[in-house]
């Protein structure tokens, strides 16, 4: 089992930035892929970007355009990620997860989620 927490959401205005983190816990976490995505209310819950179990090899969605940035810190069991130049579209929950697939960036690709942590944009 992996277990998972997010912080680091709130009210940023545009253009600003914000630097989310995931803790994580269990003993397989540095074996397992990890990602982030987003859900806001009444749209599917979206990937945004992946991270291997290495760190080494990074996937992102198209609207991230060097804005957003994944890492991942093993000896400390955290995911980050940095999101800068911040938009109200990015407005939504977002949820960081870990699984055994690698770079994937379908929410099926993953086992373990966190709760979410509220990210809202104002213009």
């Known amino acids: 089992q992996v277990q998972l927490v997010e912080s680091g959401g709130g009210l940023v205005q545009a253009g600003g930035s914000l630097r989310l983190s995931c803790t994580a816990s269990?003993?397989?976490?540095?074996?397992?892929?990890m990602a982030w995505f987003r859900q806001a209310p009444g749209k599917e819950r979206e990937f945004v970007t992946a991270?291997?179990?290495?760190?080494?090899?990074?996937r992102s969605a198209h609207f991230v355009k060097g804005r957003f940035t994944i890492s991942r810190d093993n000896a400390k069991n955290m995911l980050f990620l940095q999101m800068d130049s911040l938009k109200p579209e990015d407005t939504a929950v977002y949820y960081c997860?870990?699984?055994?697939?690698?770079?994937?960036?379908?929410?099926?690709?993953?086992?373990?989620w966190g709760q979410g942590t509220q990210v809202t944009v104002s213009s």
């Open positions: 269990g003993r397989t976490f540095s074996n397992n892929g």
């Open positions: 997860a870990a699984g055994a697939r690698i770079l994937g960036a379908s929410p099926t690709d993953y086992d373990y």
């Open positions: 991270i291997d179990w290495s760190g080494s090899s990074r």
